[in-house]
């Protein structure tokens, strides 16, 4: 079965960090783009964040762009994202996807998403 | 405020037929594929819909998408309360990102 689980969320005061992790099953998971997407509470989709298979490319939302950071462990066929200087407004469930194609654009396989809360 | 524009609600009978529109431009829809999300209370989204018209499987001829232009519509015929969720159109941008519409909630009368 294909399957995405995420861990890693919780409560974290502003300004602090926190590391995501997205473990996935059932597919090659270094032949496929991952995504980060986060959902605020009673919100829209924000896109967060997007690796290539091979984790050679990476791409940011301006809303994290230089205080996050996506990677991947092929080996480990887990995703993660390094979240830093966390604000208040990055409260949200946090959901890890996979790429349908080889451009970010659609996310066929959904994790079960991981809720972060910062707050003091 | 979303780049892409999304009704925010629509609504129609049991069995009817209902579309729900995604508008967004050149940078964005005008040139690249765009897909379609279900998301019912609680859990999370479903892709329905992909480079435009094409159905994962298991995802019933019920649900098409379309697109022109710098606009796109998601069609839903045969409604059933299930039917009842939060609907969201993505596609990629130019600056590099993906980018979402702000959904639309699909109530069934």
């Known amino acids: 079965e294909v399957q995405l689980v995420e861990s890693g969320g919780g409560l974290v005061q502003p300004g602090g960090s926190l590391r995501l992790s997205c473990a996935a099953s059932?597919?090659?998971?270094?032949?496929?783009?991952m995504s980060w997407v986060r959902q605020a509470p009673g919100k829209g989709l924000e896109w967060v964040s997007a690796?290539?298979?091979?984790?050679?490319?990476?791409y940011y939302a301006d809303s994290v762009k230089g205080r996050f950071t996506i990677s991947r462990d092929n080996s480990k066929n887990t995703l993660y994202l390094q979240m830093n200087s966390l604000r208040a407004e990055d409260t949200a469930v946090y959901y890890c996807?996979?790429?349908?194609?080889?451009?970010?654009?659609?996310?066929?396989?959904w994790g079960q998403g991981t809720m972060v809360t910062v707050s003091s | 405020q979303s780049v892409l524009t999304q009704p925010p609600s629509v609504s129609a009978a049991p069995g009817q037929k209902v579309t729900i529109s995604c508008s967004g431009s050149?940078?964005?829809?005008?040139?690249?594929?765009v897909s379609w999300y279900q998301q019912l209370p609680g859990t999370a989204p479903k892709l329905l819909i992909y480079?435009?018209?094409k159905r994962p499987s298991g995802i019933p001829d019920r649900f098409s998408g379309s697109k022109s232009g710098t606009s796109a519509t998601l069609g839903i015929t045969g409604l059933q309360t299930g039917d009842e969720a939060d609907y969201y159109c993505?596609?990629?941008?130019?600056?590099?990102?993906?980018?979402f519409g702000g959904g639309t909630k699909l109530t069934v009368l």
């Open positions: 996807a996979k790429v349908v194609g080889e451009i970010p654009d659609a996310f066929d396989i």
């Open positions: 059932g597919f090659t998971f270094s032949s496929y783009a």
């Open positions: 690796i290539s298979g091979s984790g050679g490319s990476t």
């Open positions: 050149s940078s964005n829809i005008g040139n690249n594929y």
């Open positions: 480079e435009n018209n």
């Open positions: 993505g596609t990629w941008d130019s600056s590099l990102s993906v980018v």
